[in-house]
Nanobody, 116 residues
Framework: QVQVVESGGGLVQAGGSLRLSCTASGSISTIVAMGWYRQVPGKQRELVARIASGGSTNYADFVKGRFTVSRDNAKNAVYLQMNSLRPEDTAVYYC??????????WGQGTPVTVSS
């Protein structure tokens, strides 16, 4: 009922930057938070960064100081600016949208590959 679409992933050299975008659409009630998670084969999906509708943020320790999450509530969009990328950042990055009434929804993911 809620569609979540990510974009912006790709291949980048170590030390480079990428900007991920995520937009939610469809049967939205009230979005209370949007966030980015990542997953590597054989590992659990983990939080990267999350932002509530009021602006409060959460960051994983491994991205603090390098990544910045932001949002545009009017567009139901969230962004992840990734700087100083490392090979260990290589993963599929997923957007999650938390709707107050309808629960959580995931995008299909956008792959990020950081070369050494």
């Amino acid at each position: 009922q809620v569609q979540v679409v990510e974009s912006g992933g790709g291949l980048v050299q170590a030390g480079g930057s990428l900007r991920l975008s995520c937009t939610a659409s469809g049967s939205i009630s009230t979005i209370v938070a949007m966030g980015w998670y990542r997953q590597v084969p054989g590992k659990q999906r983990e939080l990267v960064a999350r932002i509530a509708s009021g602006g409060s943020t959460n960051y994983a320790d491994f991205v603090k100081g390098r990544f910045t999450v932001s949002r545009d509530n009017a567009k139901n969009a969230v962004y992840l600016q990734m700087n100083s990328l490392r090979p260990e950042d290589t993963a599929v990055y997923y957007c999650n949208v938390a709707d107050f009434r309808r629960g959580g929804f995931w995008g299909q993911g956008t792959p990020v590959t950081v070369s050494s």
